[in-house]
Protein backbone atom coordinates (compact mmCIF):
# COMPACT_ATOMS: atom_id res chain seq x y z
CA UNK A 1 0.00 0.00 0.00
CA UNK A 2 1.09 3.83 -0.63
CA UNK A 3 0.61 6.37 1.20
CA UNK A 4 1.27 9.83 -0.31
CA UNK A 5 1.52 13.18 1.63
CA UNK A 6 1.25 16.72 0.67
CA UNK A 7 2.34 20.07 2.31
CA UNK A 8 3.21 23.54 2.11
CA UNK A 9 -0.06 25.27 1.14
CA UNK A 10 -0.86 28.31 2.41
CA UNK A 11 -2.32 31.64 1.66
CA UNK A 12 -0.65 34.25 -0.25
CA UNK A 13 -1.11 37.54 -2.49
CA UNK A 14 -1.16 37.67 -6.18
CA UNK A 15 2.59 37.41 -7.74
CA UNK A 16 3.49 35.24 -4.31
CA UNK A 17 5.03 32.06 -4.66
CA UNK A 18 4.89 28.85 -2.64
CA UNK A 19 6.52 25.15 -2.96
CA UNK A 20 4.33 22.15 -2.39
CA UNK A 21 5.98 18.60 -1.03
CA UNK A 22 4.31 15.35 -1.85
CA UNK A 23 6.34 12.62 0.40
CA UNK A 24 5.55 9.09 -0.62
CA UNK A 25 5.40 5.92 1.90
CA UNK A 26 5.63 2.53 0.84
CA UNK A 27 5.40 1.10 -2.47
CA UNK A 28 8.88 3.13 -4.01
CA UNK A 29 7.70 1.72 -7.48
CA UNK A 30 4.67 4.16 -7.09
CA UNK A 31 6.63 7.30 -7.28
CA UNK A 32 7.16 6.75 -10.64
CA UNK A 33 5.02 8.78 -12.50
CA UNK A 34 3.97 11.22 -10.34
CA UNK A 35 1.52 14.44 -10.94
CA UNK A 36 -0.05 17.52 -9.58
CA UNK A 37 -3.80 18.73 -9.86
CA UNK A 38 -5.98 21.02 -8.13
CA UNK A 39 -9.55 21.31 -7.53
CA UNK A 40 -11.13 24.26 -7.17
CA UNK A 41 -14.49 25.31 -4.91
CA UNK A 42 -17.34 24.15 -7.76
CA UNK A 43 -15.14 23.06 -11.15
CA UNK A 44 -13.50 19.73 -11.84
CA UNK A 45 -10.20 17.89 -10.35
CA UNK A 46 -7.59 19.49 -13.04
CA UNK A 47 -4.19 18.03 -13.94
CA UNK A 48 -1.57 20.95 -13.25
CA UNK A 49 1.40 19.35 -13.88
CA UNK A 50 3.64 15.59 -13.90
CA UNK A 51 6.61 14.44 -14.46
CA UNK A 52 7.09 10.95 -16.15
CA UNK A 53 8.89 7.38 -15.84
CA UNK A 54 12.25 9.08 -17.32
CA UNK A 55 11.54 12.53 -15.76
CA UNK A 56 9.69 14.55 -18.22
CA UNK A 57 7.55 17.18 -16.81
CA UNK A 58 4.63 18.17 -18.16
CA UNK A 59 2.42 21.16 -17.75
CA UNK A 60 -1.67 22.27 -17.90
CA UNK A 61 -1.38 25.87 -20.38
CA UNK A 62 -2.83 27.55 -17.77
CA UNK A 63 0.84 27.10 -15.36
CA UNK A 64 3.07 26.67 -18.54
CA UNK A 65 6.00 29.40 -17.30
CA UNK A 66 4.78 29.87 -14.01
CA UNK A 67 5.29 26.06 -12.02
CA UNK A 68 8.18 24.10 -12.06
CA UNK A 69 7.59 20.41 -10.94
CA UNK A 70 10.59 18.26 -10.11
CA UNK A 71 11.85 14.98 -7.79
CA UNK A 72 14.61 14.33 -6.09
CA UNK A 73 16.38 11.27 -5.05
CA UNK A 74 14.01 10.39 -1.64
CA UNK A 75 10.86 10.10 -4.70
CA UNK A 76 9.49 13.28 -3.31
CA UNK A 77 7.55 15.68 -5.74
CA UNK A 78 7.46 18.81 -5.51
CA UNK A 79 5.39 21.82 -6.98
CA UNK A 80 7.50 25.25 -6.99
CA UNK A 81 4.38 27.94 -7.96
CA UNK A 82 5.78 31.59 -8.74
CA UNK A 83 3.99 34.09 -10.05
CA UNK A 84 0.65 33.15 -8.23
CA UNK A 85 -2.76 34.18 -9.41
CA UNK A 86 -6.24 34.54 -7.93
CA UNK A 87 -7.44 31.68 -10.31
CA UNK A 88 -4.56 29.22 -8.63
CA UNK A 89 -6.71 28.95 -6.02
CA UNK A 90 -7.57 25.65 -4.65
CA UNK A 91 -6.94 22.27 -3.17
CA UNK A 92 -3.93 21.03 -4.92
CA UNK A 93 -3.74 16.74 -4.77
CA UNK A 94 -0.44 14.42 -5.68
CA UNK A 95 -1.09 11.07 -7.15
CA UNK A 96 0.97 8.68 -8.14
CA UNK A 97 -0.38 7.59 -11.82
CA UNK A 98 2.02 4.34 -11.58
CA UNK A 99 -0.67 3.04 -8.33
CA UNK A 100 -3.19 5.32 -8.91
CA UNK A 101 -3.40 7.01 -5.76
CA UNK A 102 -3.97 10.25 -4.13
CA UNK A 103 -2.74 12.23 -1.54
CA UNK A 104 -5.51 14.31 0.67
CA UNK A 105 -4.81 17.31 -0.19
CA UNK A 106 -3.17 20.49 0.79
CA UNK A 107 -5.16 23.95 0.63
CA UNK A 108 -3.61 26.84 -1.48
CA UNK A 109 -5.39 30.20 -1.09
CA UNK A 110 -3.81 33.72 -3.18
CA UNK A 111 -5.58 36.48 -2.83
CA UNK A 112 -5.46 39.83 -5.38
Known amino acids: QVQLVESGGGSVQAGGSLRLSCEVF????????MSWYRQAVGKDREFVAGIDFVGNPTYADSVEGRFTVSQDAKNTLYLQMNSLKPEDTAMYYC???????WGQGTQVTVSS
Open 95 to 101: KTEQCNS
Open 26 to 33: GYSHCAAD
